[in-house]
């Protein structure tokens, strides 16, 4: 007997105030007026990214490499530079010879075995005068290869103006160098 009347002081307990509730819900107070201010919405700061300069490029050989490829990718004429277009498979840069007449073949994955070597790569030179010469073999075709010459410089002001120095910077860290022996 104690049981159920203690039983049934919970269940009256819950009921009542269940009912409280409600009654306090349905019969609110009428809202006052609320005045809702604009918040002055701030955008994250976007990183300033250092422009690139020819001399950055000069102390940085990667870096160079780098702006001298993206440069070939989406400014050039030459159609297959377009292979190099996969940021995410990176590149492979070999370097023949030194100095102004090395030249620096460019693969087109960072991983490249000799097996994938079958075909003859795109390939740049620098000169002494910062000129840049581009170079790529026609495939299936007797004609002499496709060349164009830019300058660093110009290099320079196109990927600065493309807002691209972000994806250029981050480039060597997906570059595979290899320099051969002098020959």
Not at 50 to 76: F, W
Not at 172 to 182: E, F, L, S, T, Y
Request: glycine residues 4%; without cysteine.
């Amino acid at each position: 007997m104690r049981k159920q009347i203690i039983i049934g002081s919970i269940v009256g307990v819950l009921v009542l105030g269940g009912a409280w509730a409600y009654v306090q819900h349905t019969h609110t107070s009428t809202p006052t007026k609320t005045t809702v201010t604009a918040k002055k919405v701030t955008k994250p700061k976007a990183t300033k990214v250092k422009p690139l300069t020819v001399a950055e490029l000069k102390r940085k050989p990667a870096l160079e490499y780098s702006s001298i490829i993206y440069y070939a990718i989406y400014h050039s004429k030459i159609q297959r530079w377009q292979e190099l277009s996969d940021f995410k498979r990176g590149w492979q840069v070999e370097i023949y010879g030194h100095g102004p007449k090395a030249k620096h073949l460019v693969r087109p994955d960072k991983n490249s075995t000799a097996a994938d070597k079958n075909l003859a790569p795109n390939w740049f030179r620098i000169s002494t005068d910062d000129k840049i010469f581009y170079d790529s073999l026609i495939v299936h075709s007797f004609k002499p290869d496709m060349t164009a010459t830019t300058t660093l410089s110009k290099i320079v002001t196109q990927l600065n103006h493309d807002h691209a120095v972000k994806k250029v910077r981050a480039m060597p860290d997906n570059m595979v160098i290899i320099h051969h022996a002098h020959q």
